[in-house]
């Protein structure tokens, strides 16, 4: 069974769109979280969202809202889609938010804007 | 500001041979230490999690090592395969906040040629 499963694995879209990304988790983990990897293959966090509360790290644009409808998931909304918003988007969980536990990471889905 | 380093950049070895990877990191008040795998166009496979308590870790052919005084892990993959070839990353919990966010290093590339 997958742990933290990510929709679309691809997405094509034009500059100025707007489009989401579905994540979810079947582990009972509390807190969720987003990464975006780069061309350069380096992971930067976005968000972490825990029990209702979001940390948003403070070089994503207003352009990206993470939103949870229920513990299991974590989407992420993108509008106006940029050309440099181009990378791969990594959903992940992990059972607190101590720090002192295990992430566990989804497929990731690779976001090209034309 | 936590900083992670992993050295070498890329690393190719000859099937059979141990593979040593090392990871550095800024700030030793870390909770845990964590190594990933990234095969192309796929997500990160947790591997191992270190706590800052131990010093060592172990499963199957994989060992890493956690010195936090001087702020090192070493993974150590014993007699490789070509199956080992992937990107292996190393990742801290952000130490300024307890919300499990990781740090990652940009990684360590390897091919195991048969």
């Known amino acids: 069974d997958t742990a933290v499963s990510q929709t679309p694995k691809y997405l094509v879209t034009q500059m100025g769109n707007d489009k989401s990304i579905k994540c979810e988790q079947n582990?009972?983990?509390?807190?969720m979280y987003w990464y975006k990897q780069d061309s350069k293959k380096f992971l930067k966090i976005m968000f972490s969202?825990?029990?209702?509360?979001?940390?948003i790290n403070e070089t994503v644009p207003n352009r990206f809202s993470p939103k949870s409808p229920d513990k299991a998931h974590l989407n992420l909304h993108i509008n106006s889609l940029e050309l440099g918003d181009s990378a791969v988007y990594f959903c992940?969980?992990?059972?607190?938010?101590?720090?002192?536990?295990?992430?566990?990471f989804g497929q990731g889905t690779r976001l090209t804007v034309v | 500001k936590q900083e992670v380093t992993q050295i070498p950049a890329a690393l190719s070895v000859p099937e059979g041979e141990n593979l040593v990877l090392n990871c550095s990191f800024t700030?030793?008040?870390?909770?845990?230490l964590q190594w990933f795998r990234q095969d192309p166009g796929k997500g990160l496979t947790s591997l191992l999690l270190?706590?800052?308590?131990?010093r060592e870790q172990t499963s199957g052919r994989l060992n890493a090592s956690l010195d936090k005084s001087s702020g090192r892990s070493t993974l150590y993959i014993a007699a490789s395969q070509p199956g080992d070839s992937a990107t292996y990353l190393c990742?801290?919990?952000?130490?300024?906040?307890?919300?499990?966010?990781?740090?990652f290093g940009a990684g360590t590339q390897v091919v195991v040629t048969p």
């Open positions: 992940a969980s992990s059972p607190d938010r101590g720090g002192n536990t295990e992430a566990f």
């Open positions: 270190i706590q800052s308590s131990q």
């Open positions: 700030d030793s008040a870390i909770y845990n």
């Open positions: 582990l009972g983990h509390d807190t």
């Open positions: 969202y825990n029990n209702k509360e979001l940390i």
């Open positions: 990742a801290v919990p952000l130490t300024t906040d307890s919300w499990g966010k990781l740090q």
